[in-house]
């Protein structure tokens, strides 16, 4: 039997709509701070206006949930120290103007109140916020993603995904305005374009079985994931296909949508833990499309245990009919 969507009624409701909200003017602010990036930004690896969007995002998001529901707390990846510095001032004024120009006009204590709103603890009930996911992705105007969950005593509850640069049809050339992903617990997932207030449709991970057949979806930076382990995973599955390279959750979208068949995030470091905001919005997303997301031992993601998945080691991420084959595999190469 289908999942039932998420609709304008049922669990969640105004958390759904407030968070839907907030995720596309939080896209819409970092899609105008983008459109500023010139050549020589890039030539001087100039992080100047992903510092600013992170900034703007968070500022937006925290803002609109603080307004809704001013007893939750939100636990984000930013907070506003180096914005209070007497240097910093410039990059507080561009984080003003564009919230400005997006219809938030606010003095600057206002906003750094807004940003410091995610220096929130983890708790019974709380939100998890990456105002940007996929830093570099941003810069090269490839994929990045605002990333934002709800949290209720240790369960996912509500997870979106803004992606503006990925188009709400699997292989369309312009993406438009992005996509926003959104999935609620037990009531399926969804994709809509971000710049529509309606229009969402359903979203089912691929009925692939054959690990052969699998597109494998992994990281552009290798920094971030070990490319080395994957190919080797990739080889005792069969799988020739190249792996598809992106920035951001904006894997977990295409795992949740069909347009890739699995993700690994394999530790480059022993002891490396994952946060929780690098996760927590697409992991939802994958399960209520019918895939399913563990660590690399096949445990589900514990988020009881504050702001690092520290009872985790790695992630898997599959459309659910390949999941334990892959994990076999990963056993088999070690990783």
Known sequence: MPPVLPSESGPHTAELATAVEAVRLAMRVCRRVQSGITPDVLEKNDRSPVT???YASQAVVCRAIAVAFPDDRIVAEEDSAALRQPGQAPFLTQVRE???ASGLNAADDEVLAW???GGGACGSRFWTLDPIDGTKGFLRREQYAVSLALIVDGRIEIGLLGCPQMPPE???????GGSIFRAVRGRGAEVSAADEAAGWRP???SPTSDPAAARLCESVERQHSAHDLSARIAQDLGIAVPPVRMDSQAKYAAVARGEADLYLRLPTRADYRENIWDHAGGVLLVEEAG???TDLDGRPLDF????KLTANRGLVVTNGRLHERVLDAVRRVGA
């Open 52 to 54: 600013v969007a992170d």
């Open 98 to 100: 564009h919230l400005a």
């Open 115 to 117: 940003i410091d709103a």
């Open 170 to 176: 699997i292989g369309a050339r312009d993406a438009g």
């Open 203 to 205: 979203i089912t991970a």
């Open 291 to 293: 895939g399913r997301v």
């Open 304 to 307: 009881t245990r504050g702001q």
